[in-house]
């Protein structure tokens, strides 16, 4: 018997509708690993080690305390047995959800996506649900969170996730790779 492949949250999502060169696109790719490893860096020690980003970092979750909560978990891949995908969000707080990204644009796929991470974390039993499903992006002087929930985001995604299994029957059917 073959073991069924599940899908993370951003592959069941529809794929961003932008143009950058191949250099663009790796330099961006670079960048957001970077960013992505210096959140987890001060998230897991709480330690800045002079590098400018980190020191914004800090100053914005220790004025947010209050909005955040307590750190849950931080990059750690969850499933949803009951939804057959899995996902790795950036930061689940006690009180959010929260992704890390460059910038703020394409809100409504932005909060599928943490309605994903969302459904994993209460699912989980990591949290309980929130309105709070928090981008964290960087301006010049400091970094600064939007909030990107929608009502109807997990109820879109999960649709979403029924759409890739739907889509992955009918590849099975044609005798296509599924």
Request: include cysteine.
């Amino acid at each position: 018997m073959t073991k069924e492949h599940w899908p993370s949250v951003t592959r069941v999502l529809p794929t961003p509708k932008f143009y950058c060169t191949p250099s663009q696109l790796k330099e961006a790719i670079k960048d957001g690993k970077e960013r992505h490893a210096e959140l987890e860096i001060f998230l897991k020690t709480g330690k800045t080690y002079g590098i400018p980003r980190i020191e914004k970092m800090k100053k914005f979750f220790d004025s947010h305390k209050e909005l955040l909560g307590d750190l849950v978990i931080n990059e750690v891949r969850l499933k949803s047995k009951k939804h057959r995908f899995t996902g790795k969000p950036d930061a689940v707080f006690t009180k959010a959800v929260l992704d890390l990204k460059r910038t703020v644009s394409e809100k409504k796929r932005i909060a599928l996506q943490l309605a994903g991470y969302h459904v994993l974390a209460v699912e989980n039993k990591l949290i309980k649900k929130t309105k709070r499903h928090l981008v964290l992006y960087e301006t010049k002087k400091e970094f600064r969170a939007v909030n990107v929930y929608e009502d109807q985001a997990e109820s879109v995604f999960l649709d979403l996730v029924k759409k890739y299994y739907m889509e992955q029957k009918y590849i099975k059917f044609i005798g296509g790779i599924a």
